[in-house]
C-alpha cells in the first residue's frame, strides 16, 4: 500500500514558477513509476509528466516540455515537479500517480495502482 501526498500548489503570477512536491508513504516508492497529472476545470485529467523507477528515463507532455521538469528521491520516497514560465492555461488541479511503468501513465491507462488527492496550481495573468 503507498499513500500519496501533494504540497507546494498555491497562487503564482504568470512567467513565475512553483515546485509541487509527492511524498510516498511506505517501503515499495522505488518500486513504482511515478506521473504528474492535471485536470482543469471542465475538462479531462490529463497526463504532465513521469519518471521511472530509477530517475533516469523522463517524460512530458508536449504542452510543458522545456518548463516541467519531474525529478524523484528515492531516499526520500518523493517525486518533484518543478514548473518554470508558467502560463494561465496551465491552472489546474495537479495529482501524483504510481504505476508500475511509465507507459501505464503516459497512457493514463489501467494500471494506475495509486494517486494523491491533488493540489490546486492557478496562474494569474
Known amino acids: 500500500q503507498v499513500q500519496l501526498v501533494e504540497s507546494g500548489g498555491g497562487l503564482v503570477q504568470t512567467g513565475g514558477s512553483l515546485r509541487l512536491s509527492c511524498a510516498a508513504s511506505?517501503?515499495?516508492?522505488?518500486?513504482?513509476?511515478m506521473g504528474w497529472f492535471r485536470q482543469a476545470p471542465g475538462k479531462e485529467r490529463e497526463f504532465v509528466a513521469a519518471?521511472?523507477?530509477?530517475?533516469?528515463?523522463?517524460h512530458y507532455a508536449d504542452s510543458v516540455k522545456g518548463r516541467f521538469t519531474i525529478s524523484r528521491d528515492n531516499a526520500k520516497n518523493t517525486v518533484y515537479l518543478q514548473m518554470n514560465s508558467l502560463k494561465p492555461e496551465d491552472t489546474a488541479v495537479y495529482y501524483c500517480?504510481?504505476?508500475?511503468?511509465?507507459?501505464?501513465?503516459?497512457?493514463?491507462?489501467?494500471?494506475?495502482?495509486?494517486w494523491g488527492q491533488g493540489t490546486q496550481v492557478t496562474v494569474s495573468s
Open positions: 519518471v521511472n523507477l530509477r530517475g533516469d528515463n523522463k
Open positions: 500517480a504510481a504505476a508500475p511503468d511509465t507507459l501505464i501513465l503516459r497512457r493514463l491507462s489501467v494500471g494506475i495502482d495509486y
Open positions: 511506505g517501503r515499495t516508492f522505488s518500486s513504482y513509476a
